[in-house]
């Protein structure tokens, strides 16, 4: 049986959920235990994939005028609007003990712990082996076009995934193949709010696109805490796995907020 760290956070900024998301990955080594991290943000936030451009398709006034921050992520991926979902960051190693391939294989694996959630939540979710090529590509938001081993409902989008592997050098060892993996599982229907950050977009093409938990009839029935206890115990159960329930150490708060200032507002780095 594999043991995983877990750290179940309380709500931060976005700066902070993301310095936080790098340490892991930066300070990762292949001795540690895979550090599972579910979280929530102090209010809503939009993150950016790491190289996505930032053009006038992303509307930064109306970010600006409702108080919604703007990050980028370490990871890729497209855009995602978090502050009505169920966030979280993996880190390990790849091709480790318990990550026994590359990185699509990595989502492949990690897919069927999420597809359990689904399942146990009375959901018929399908797995999509593979990305689905159309015509006009969304340039930006990520639940609008499904990658390989994300998960679909109905046939829209109901969990967004994006990763990133480095080569992580250490004293006295070989370098070290890690990833950090990010994803995202909408609770409430935000679809009225993501057409507005984006107005090339209508909300009837993306509600066909992309799936809440509110929109399937779950949420809030079931509370956002019952739901992060049923996705632990769903990954628990698939992947045979015990919880070492281990929070932020001083030494880790502390390299965490040394490095917040990097992820600072796109609006504040006036990026354009």
């Avoid at 492949?108 to 999420?114: D, H, N």
Wanted: net charge negative; aromatic share 10%.
């Amino acid at each position: 049986m594999g043991i995983w760290r877990l750290i179940e956070d309380i709500p931060r900024s976005g700066s902070f959920n993301m310095a936080a998301d790098l340490m892991l990955l930066d300070n990762y080594s292949q001795d540690d235990y895979p550090v599972f991290r579910i979280y929530d943000w102090e209010c809503p936030t939009l993150s950016l994939g790491r190289n996505e451009v930032l053009d006038s398709r992303i509307d930064l006034e109306v970010c600006e005028s409702l108080e919604i921050p703007v990050v980028r992520r370490t990871t890729g991926g497209k855009a995602v609007l978090h502050g009505f979902d169920l966030t979280y960051s993996l880190v390990g190693g790849v091709l480790d003990q318990q990550f026994s391939g590359g990185v699509l294989d990595n989502y492949r694996y990690l897919a069927k712990g999420f597809s359990r959630f689904f399942q146990r939540l009375g959901l018929n979710p399908d797995i999509q082996e593979r990305t689905i090529r159309k015509k006009n590509k969304d340039p930006h938001i990520c639940f609008v076009d499904p990658s390989a081993y994300e998960i679909l409902v109905e046939g829209r989008k109901i969990i967004g995934s994006a990763q990133r592997v480095r080569a992580i050098h250490q004293p006295d060892s070989l370098p070290n193949r890690v990833f950090l993996q990010h994803g995202s599982i909408p609770l409430k229907d935000s679809v009225v709010q993501i057409a507005q950050i984006f107005p090339y977009v209508h909300e009837d093409s993306l509600r066909q696109e992309m799936h809440s938990l509110e929109s399937v009839g779950i949420y809030p029935g079931r509370s956002m805490h019952r739901l992060r206890q049923l996705l632990l115990e769903s990954l628990q159960e698939t992947f045979q796995l015990e919880w070492e329930r281990r929070g932020w150490s001083v030494e880790e708060l502390g390299l965490i907020k040394d490095s917040e200032t990097a992820f600072q507002s796109v609006e504040v780095q006036q990026v354009c």
